[in-house]
């Protein structure tokens, strides 16, 4: 697996917990890249200090393909090391996941090495960017697409230590992105816009006035507050009643059906850097 050239990219901080990564994995496997795939390969890129993503990532794909071939790429041979050794435990059945689980780890970038030039129809990659320049960004974004198999689907995104705030943007093959989706715990949220600290790089620098992200934000606070009167049924209820409103303000919001979870997707081109 290995290509004999130094791995592209930069080390990250490698943060990473049980768990951290749950609301982004419970959209990949609904997402029809994955669920029609002939080859279901999914790349975890950059997956940290601990191997725990990486197989809570196969598992949650196994439920829906049980033919699903997970494989950890890290730059850090330290890490990589830690996270065989992690795997040769759940090999010996001492873990809670799956003894024969179809979960590999090698060294690796945004190059995307695979044997036999394998192309993944899903690559996650969460906390990657956030210590690269926002000018950076796009070029990272073609190297890692152009691996995806026809179809394929890049997600590419940030999210706080206990998973509770998450925001990933979707790509495409052609590395064009097609959707962010913010996911917030809704129990105990004081405003939607907590999610502008863990924006995506490609936004994160762009929450200022006269930015369309900067609007999405500040309407989805102005109908979080006004919805504040249905609070007595719930945050999910209010949640719901402020994305119905952003709805008839004339946000374009598909996937109604995931508001339930905390969830709200929104066009690419809704948001995007003016």
Request: charged share 25%.
């Amino acid at each position: 697996m290995a290509s004999g050239r130094s791995p592209i990219g930069q080390v990250t901080r490698g943060t990473t917990g049980t768990n951290r990564l749950r609301r982004v994995d419970r959209w990949i496997a609904r997402h029809p890249a994955l669920r029609r795939a002939a080859d279901p390969l999914v790349v975890d890129l950059g997956y940290g200090a601990s191997a725990v993503t990486t197989l809570e990532l196969h598992a949650r794909r196994a439920r829906t393909r049980p033919d699903v071939d997970v494989v950890g790429l890290e730059i850090d041979p330290g890490r990589v090391t830690r996270a065989r050794h992690q795997l040769e435990a759940v090999r010996a059945g001492a873990t809670g996941f799956a003894a024969d689980a179809r979960v590999a780890f090698a060294l690796g970038g945004f190059e995307v090495p695979l044997p036999g030039n394998r192309r993944p129809a899903v690559i996650r990659a969460m906390n990657v960017l956030r210590q690269y320049q926002e000018a950076e960004v796009p070029d990272a974004w073609e190297r890692v697409c152009a691996r995806l198999a026809p179809g394929g689907l890049l997600v590419e995104g940030t999210c706080d230590e206990l998973g509770r705030i998450t925001t990933w943007i979707a790509l495409d093959a052609d590395a064009a992105p097609q959707s962010l989706t913010l996911s917030l715990r809704l129990a105990g949220l004081e405003r939607p816009s907590i999610a502008a600290e863990r924006l995506p790089k490609a936004l994160i620098h762009r929450n200022v006035p006269g930015e369309r992200i900067h609007a999405f934000l500040r309407d989805l606070d102005t109908e979080w507050d006004r919805a504040a009167v249905v609070s007595p049924f719930g945050p999910v209820h209010r949640w719901q009643t402020t994305l119905d409103a952003m709805t008839g303000a004339g946000w374009p919001l598909p996937q109604r059906a995931r508001w339930r979870l905390g969830e709200v997707t929104v066009p690419w081109a809704a948001v995007a850097p003016g």
